[in-house]
């Protein structure tokens, strides 16, 4: 019998983002025909209890030590691959692809906008470098979104056919029967870590504007971060410390999607938002800011959510507006059932299995 394929997936951690789900999701899946590594660099996290059995974790022993230990298990494990989706981490690989095995190819997930990394990012100059001097070091590359593909060639100059959009998949068991209960305020939700990209500054202004037409609406904000305590003291001095509720991490946010009248999805830039998709496969219309978040092939405009063309106080104000006065037009089982059909965990993990096929 011929010797499984190794697969390897580089993670700093196992804590619950968005872009760790998917890997553990695709690794799991990908373990049924594969022999399949996770290494992480910092710590496992609470992630590592959906990990399968069939997928071993290597820990690569902390932020230092971490390269030389790769390299090490690189030569004695030599896989095929190594999949990775930290910019970051991602440049140290084509600086370090030397001392790996000559067959182990590297195949690179990017999970935001590399021109929004570049723009915003803390160590823009060095993701700079890294984009337009070492890319060209992967053996392929996966994005989330075909606007995001195009954002990477422009950034990359790599060549169009290396890189392969794969979207991220939505929810699928979980009951999506809405019930809303109509005697309470109208409620609209956002969730992300509360950091400066995520743009709740624009939204709790652009709200406070809201509130003086709508008086009655409630906006929930899930997640924690570093902007929490300048976030609620913006929302006291604003005098809506009533109307506007700071959530901490919640397990299943789905459940106060399922009660919510709108989710609003504020970010400057994203890859693709996985709270967004996890408001849609509960058929909750999306607010949504089009410029580098991809939203736009998610979203049609009136049906099931309302695109608005970038994170600002007058484009958020705007589209609530609009939004309040459609929202009883929109069906919401439709918009749940649809969503699953376009984007479900089987399609997006039969994708990976074929990208990754061309490379073991």
């Known amino acids: ?67 030389f230990k790769l390299i090490k298990y690189s030569v004695q494990r030599k896989p095929c691959l ?36 570049i723009q915003y990012g803390k160590m823009n100059y060095l993701s700079s470098i890294f984009y337009r001097y070492f890319y060209h070091f992967t053996d392929a590359s996966i994005v989330l979104s075909n606007s995001m593909k195009h954002d990477l060639a422009s950034c990359t100059k790599i060549k169009i056919d290396k890189i392969y959009t794969i979207h991220n998949a939505v929810l699928e068991n979980i009951d999506s029967n809405i019930s809303i209960d109509r005697n309470v305020k109208p409620q609209f939700v956002s969730c992300g870590r509360l950091c400066p990209q995520k743009g709740f500054e624009e939204l709790i202004q652009s709200f406070s504007i809201f509130k003086e037409k709508y008086p009655n609406h409630i906006l929930n904000i899930i997640g924690t971060g570093p902007l929490r305590s300048e976030l609620e003291k913006r929302v006291k001095k604003l005098a809506l410390e009533n109307s506007v509720l700071f959530l901490d991490y919640i397990e299943k946010p789905y459940i106060i999607f399922q009660q919510s009248d709108l989710y609003i999805l504020s970010s400057h830039y994203e890859g693709v938002s996985n709270a967004m998709l996890e408001a849609l496969s509960v058929g909750l219309p999306v607010l949504a800011t089009e410029e580098k978040t991809s939203a736009n092939e998610f979203i049609v405009d009136g049906v099931n959510g309302f695109l608005i063309p970038r994170c600002s106080t007058e484009c958020l104000l705007n589209g609530m507006y609009r939004a309040v006065n459609k929202l009883d037009t929109i069906n919401r089982k439709k918009i749940s059932i649809d969503v699953k059909e376009r984007f479900s965990y089987k399609n997006m993990l039969a994708q990976y299995n074929s990208v990754i096929n061309n490379f073991v």
Do not use: Y
């Open 82 to 117: 190594i999949l990775s989706t930290f910019w970051d981490v991602n440049l140290i690989l084509c600086i370090i692809k030397p001392f790996l095995p000559g067959n182990t190819k590297l195949i690179f997930r990017e999970a935001v906008f590399p021109s929004a990394t």
């Open 1 to 67: 019998m011929s010797k499984k394929p190794t697969l390897f997936f580089l993670l700093p951690s196992l804590s619950k983002g968005g872009a760790e789900k998917n890997i553990v999701a695709i690794a799991n899946f990908l373990s049924r025909e594969n022999e399949v590594h996770i290494g992480i660099i910092r710590q496992k996290g609470d992630l590592q209890t959906e990990v399968s059995p069939d997928v071993e974790i290597i820990d690569l022993g902390g932020q230092f030590f971490w390269v």
